[in-house]
């Protein structure tokens, strides 16, 4: 009896976690649609849109997974009290710079692998929207503190990883999450390049990036920490990328931009 409860309690578990990994990519998606809306050739030409409605497009999208989440919350009459945020203390602020620091590490050694071998990641959508406008990449600097850290944290480290706490250990919860996380791409990355070494690739890349972040969670219990982490790393990535558009020679441009094309692609869930 106890290992039919055991497998029960990870089965539901298991669920559970799929269905709000999709209910917040599609919510996510379905948010957006005020901005196509707003300016229909953001579909086709974003590059060609204005500020505002680039920076409307990312805001309601990453508004979309903080609205999956606290509707499971509500839903499930968890509150908000099942949030672990606050300020870190001295601990945590080292810790979370030591996330940051791991994860440039980790992205340029899967850099590194990925040309070594000649395999080519699949691109990364966010670079559509950028292009080579170094005032885009200021405002998705802000972007990043404001709403994409912060909001992917909440739905998968802090809502879905630690619902996971209560059928798997915290070691297990942080392994399935990022699995979960990176599987959850196969479908649109497939669509593009079918099932080529390359998706696998950017899946693995993927899963390993959120298993930094999710083990900085499970390390501090405090959301605070992986989403200082997550927004640290992201913003330097971007702040590369602006100096190089802005100082930068074209090839300079070129290389830098499919740097970043890998680096973006570790965290960011798909737009």
Same mark, same amino acid.
């Given at each position: 009896?106890?290992?039919?409860?055991?497998?029960?309690?990870?089965?539901?578990?298991?669920?559970?976690?799929?269905?709000?990994?999709?209910?917040?990519?599609?919510?996510?998606?379905?948010?957006?649609?005020?901005?196509?809306?707003?300016?229909?050739?953001?579909?086709?030409?974003?590059?060609?849109?204005?500020?505002?409605?680039?920076?409307?497009?990312?805001?309601?999208?990453?508004?979309?997974?903080?609205?999956?989440?606290?509707?499971?919350?509500?839903?499930?009459?968890?509150?908000?009290?099942?949030?672990?945020?606050?300020?870190?203390?001295?601990?945590?602020?080292?810790?979370?710079?030591?996330?940051?620091?791991?994860?440039?590490?980790?992205?340029?050694?899967?850099?590194?692998?990925?040309?070594?071998?000649?395999?080519?990641?699949?691109?990364?959508?966010? $670079?559509?929207?950028?292009? &080579?406008?170094?005032?885009? /990449?200021?405002?998705?600097? *802000? +972007?990043?503190? !404001?709403?994409?850290? @912060?909001?992917?944290?909440?739905?998968?480290?802090?809502?879905?990883?630690?619902? $996971?706490?209560?059928?798997? &250990?915290?070691?297990?919860? /942080?392994?399935?999450?990022? *699995? +979960?996380?990176? !599987?959850?791409?196969? @479908?649109?990355?497939?669509?593009?390049?079918?099932?080529?070494?390359?998706?696998?690739?950017?899946?693995?890349?993927?899963?390993?990036?959120?298993?930094?972040?999710?083990?900085?969670?499970?390390?501090?219990?405090?959301?605070?920490?992986?989403?200082?982490?997550?927004?640290?790393?992201?913003?330097?990535?971007?702040?590369?990328?602006?100096?190089?558009?802005?100082?930068?020679?074209?090839?300079?441009?070129?290389?830098?931009?499919?740097?970043?094309?890998?680096?973006?692609?570790?965290?960011?869930?798909?737009?």
């Amino acid at each position: 009896m106890d290992t039919l409860d055991r497998t029960s309690g990870y089965t539901r578990s298991l669920v559970v976690a799929a269905l709000l990994t999709v209910a917040g990519i599609l919510t996510a998606e379905l948010m957006t649609l005020p901005a196509f809306l707003a300016d229909p050739s953001l579909l086709e030409s974003p590059t060609e849109t204005s500020y505002e409605v680039r920076t409307l497009f990312f805001v309601l999208n990453f508004t979309g997974f903080v609205v999956a989440g606290a509707a499971y919350l509500w839903w499930t009459d968890r509150g908000w009290s099942f949030v672990d945020l606050s300020i870190p203390d001295r601990r945590g602020w080292i810790v979370g710079g030591i996330g940051v620091v791991a994860s440039i590490a980790f992205v340029i050694i899967a850099g590194v692998i990925l040309t070594t071998f000649g395999i080519e990641s699949t691109s990364n959508s966010v $670079l559509n929207f950028i292009g &080579t406008d170094s005032t885009m /990449v200021l405002i998705m600097i *802000v +972007i990043v503190f !404001l709403f994409n850290a @912060p909001a992917e944290e909440f739905l998968f480290r802090g809502v879905i990883q630690k619902r $996971l706490y209560e059928a798997f &250990t915290k070691r297990q919860a /942080v392994v399935v999450t990022s *699995v +979960i996380f990176g !599987l959850v791409h196969l @479908p649109v990355y497939a669509i593009g390049d079918q099932l080529s070494f390359g998706v696998f690739a950017s899946l693995l890349v993927v899963t390993g990036g959120a298993i930094i972040f999710g083990y900085l969670y499970a390390i501090t219990d405090n959301l605070f920490v992986p989403i200082a982490a997550h927004a640290g790393f992201n913003a330097f990535q971007f702040g590369q990328l602006y100096i190089v558009l802005e100082y930068g020679s074209d090839e300079m441009i070129e290389e830098v931009t499919s740097i970043a094309s890998v680096a973006l692609e570790v965290l960011q869930t798909l737009l």
